[in-house]
T-cell receptor, first 117, second 113 residues
Framework: DAEITQSPRHKITETGRQVTLACHQT?????MFWYRQDLGHGLRLIHY???????NKGEVSDGYSVSRSNTEDLPLTLESAASSQTSVYFC????????????????FGPGTRLTVL | ELKVEQNPLFLSMQEGKNYTIYCNYS?????LYWYRQDPGKSLESLFV?????AVKQEGRLMASLDTKARLSTLHITAAVHDLSATYFC?????????????FGKGTKLSVKP
């Protein structure tokens, strides 16, 4: 069955270190998204991609970067981790419904809990 | 700026009762999603509402969309304990930013016997 996976599921790191969170989907979806979830803020979009070599900034992109070299993967990199980036990170993907209908609903991965000490 | 507001943020219900969760958004959008999240778990897609007047039902949940009022509702009929979860609505910015979703803060639903 097609799925979307994230790794690691839990990560503890230190302030200033570079961290990369992996996201892999086998849905063959063109569109992929990264969110962070924090108490009191709900989910907020970090970066998203409509296809290979395409990346776009979301609402809270500062301190994060992504690259899309193939359809299946969208890794999220924290260049220099900060305590404010302690959060639960979700990756999602969606298909393109139609020119008129836009994008289909997003399917979410299991999440990565990141703690920055 | 697109804002999405849900209310209530917390809801404690008795089994068998009916209730409605409201989702208001601040700018034009014709694409709205409802998701469910169980504690410590990922988000599960419930409904996709793509046009004004859209109504979708699944079991004890029914969602509707009024784009003129910029309002979506999630109605719960005869609640059961298994519906306890956090429910999120999300609005698509659309245009050149399709899929750029703005989420509400969620409604934490607790259904008690």
């Amino acid at each position: 069955d097609a799925e979307i996976t994230q790794s690691p599921r839990h990560k503890i790191t230190e302030t200033g270190r570079q961290v990369t969170l992996a996201c892999h989907q086998t849905w063959n979806h063109n569109n992929m998204f990264w969110y962070r979830q924090d108490l009191g803020h709900g989910l907020r979009l970090i970066h998203y991609s409509y296809g290979v070599h395409d990346t776009n900034k979301g609402e809270v992109s500062d301190g994060y970067s992504v690259s899309r070299s193939n359809t299946e993967d969208l890794p999220l990199t924290l260049e220099s981790a900060a305590s404010s980036q302690t959060s639960v990170y979700f990756c999602a993907s969606s298909a393109f419904r139609s020119r008129r209908g836009g994008l289909d609903e997003q399917f979410f991965g299991p999440g990565t809990r990141l703690t920055v000490l | 700026e697109l804002k999405v507001e849900q209310n209530p943020l917390f809801l404690s219900m008795q089994e068998g009762k009916n209730y409605t969760i409201y989702c208001n958004y601040s700018t034009t959008s014709d694409r709205l999603y409802w998701y469910r999240q169980d504690p410590g778990k990922s988000l599960e897609s419930l409904f996709v509402l793509l046009s004004n007047g859209a109504v979708k039902q699944e079991g004890r949940l029914m969602a509707s969309l009024d784009t003129k009022a910029r309002l979506s509702t999630l109605h719960i009929t005869a609640a059961v304990h298994d519906l306890s979860a956090t429910y999120f609505c999300a609005v698509d910015r659309g245009g050149g930013s399709q899929g750029n979703l703005i989420f509400g803060k969620g409604t934490k639903l607790s259904v008690k016997p």
